[in-house]
């Protein structure tokens, strides 16, 4: 029996932050600039006391309205979040309790940023496929703009904020092997210095400076683009290579590739380093953002709801970022 995903549900938050409310903060930067590098006209931000756990349980209760299944046939909770409610407990726990799912059932969260979903999976799959669990809810859920300074251009312009909930079982779309890599060497490239135990908060960290354009602190979210965008381009061709191996495919046996919305600036550069034709390549982001976790659930359920997958269609899916940390695999429709 193929384990793999068998609903996906989506939520984002009601608050939308447009291109032209940016570039009257950045006046640098116009509306068009934006979306030219980015491919991003706007993005969903929660609103003050709105948590990752409240985006999670949203798309949770969609899955279940759904008809898909029930909280009560839940028997694991695996949370994606670097935006978690406490610094302990676990925010999978506190969502056991809310949406009703048994005590019965295990809960966790990883702490993972662009790779986790395909992360997410190879968990699931492993938990139904030694019989640890028979139905898991993933949940990728997250809420950068928390972390990040109203006057950091760099991320505020590409960030969005959003929650997916995937059912993954016995019967579902098949998850294929996976191709997992991870480089710590590039931990500073994108951080949030401070708020850990190697550097609690302070005065000091608080204390704002200008980068380039853009103001920020220790305590907030710092990218180095160019850093995550070399990173990018040297492992994602690569692992796309080892995980059509690992599946005796060749890159023509793919009929749609779902990469991690991160930005157009660097998809389209992917797509023509890997040589995917364009038709082939999956971009929708343009209206949300890149929403960390939750953007390879959105695309693939916005893929279906476009009626873009097929039955027996195979989907390559790979994420990339923070960590450095990514992952591929595919996915039989
Ligand atoms: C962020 C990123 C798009 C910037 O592109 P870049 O070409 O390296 O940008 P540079 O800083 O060299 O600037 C080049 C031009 O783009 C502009 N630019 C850069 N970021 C921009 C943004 N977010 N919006 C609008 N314009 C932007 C710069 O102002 C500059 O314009 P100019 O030529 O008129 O001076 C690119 O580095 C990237 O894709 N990095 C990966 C970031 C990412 O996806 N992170 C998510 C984690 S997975």
Not at 24 to 30: H, V
Not at 42 to 70: M, N, P, W, Y
Not at 71 to 84: G, H, V, Y
Not at 314 to 333: D, M, R
């Amino acid at each position: 029996m193929d384990i793999g995903i068998k609903a996906i549900e989506y939520t984002l938050p009601e608050k939308v932050l447009t291109n032209e409310e940016l570039a009257q903060i950045y006046d640098s930067w116009t509306p068009e600039k934006i979306l030219t590098k980015t491919g991003i006209a706007a993005r969903h931000v929660v609103s003050e006391g709105e948590c990752a756990s409240d985006l999670a349980e949203t798309a949770a209760i969609k899955l279940f309205e759904s008809g898909v299944i029930s909280p009560k046939d839940i028997d694991f909770i695996l949370l994606a979040t670097q935006s978690p409610d406490y610094q302990l407990p676990t925010t999978a726990c506190i969502l056991q309790d809310r949406l009703g799912i048994p005590q019965t059932a295990g809960a966790f969260d990883f702490n993972l940023g662009c790779s986790a979903y395909i992360y997410g999976l190879a968990i699931a799959k492993g938990l139904v496929s030694i019989g640890v669990a028979q139905n898991v809810l993933l949940l990728t859920a997250e809420t950068y703009t928390k972390h990040i300074h109203r006057l950091d251009k760099s991320t505020r312009t590409i960030f969005g904020e959003a929650a997916a909930a995937t059912l993954i079982g016995h019967n579902g779309h098949a998850i294929g092997d996976f191709d997992l890599g991870t480089d710590g060497s590039g931990k500073n490239a994108l951080i949030i210095p401070s708020g850990g135990a190697r550097l609690p908060r302070s005065e000091a960290t608080a204390k704002e400076y200008e980068d380039n354009g853009s103001i920020r602190s220790q305590d907030n979210l710092f990218m180095d683009g160019a850093e995550v965008f070399n990173f990018s381009i040297r492992v994602v061709p690569q692992s796309v290579k080892n995980v059509l191996e690992k599946h005796n495919l060749a890159l023509a046996d793919i009929d749609l590739f779902v990469f991690h919305q991160a930005n157009k600036f660097m998809l389209d550069y992917l797509r023509k380093k890997i040589n995917i034709p364009r038709e082939k390549f999956y971009v929708n982001m343009q209206d949300i953002g890149n929403t960390v976790s939750a953007t390879i659930p959105i695309a693939l359920k916005r893929a279906e709801e476009e009626g873009r997958l097929h039955k027996g269609d195979k989907i390559l899916l790979s994420g990339f970022g923070v960590g450095f940390s990514w992952g591929s695999t595919i996915i039989t429709y």
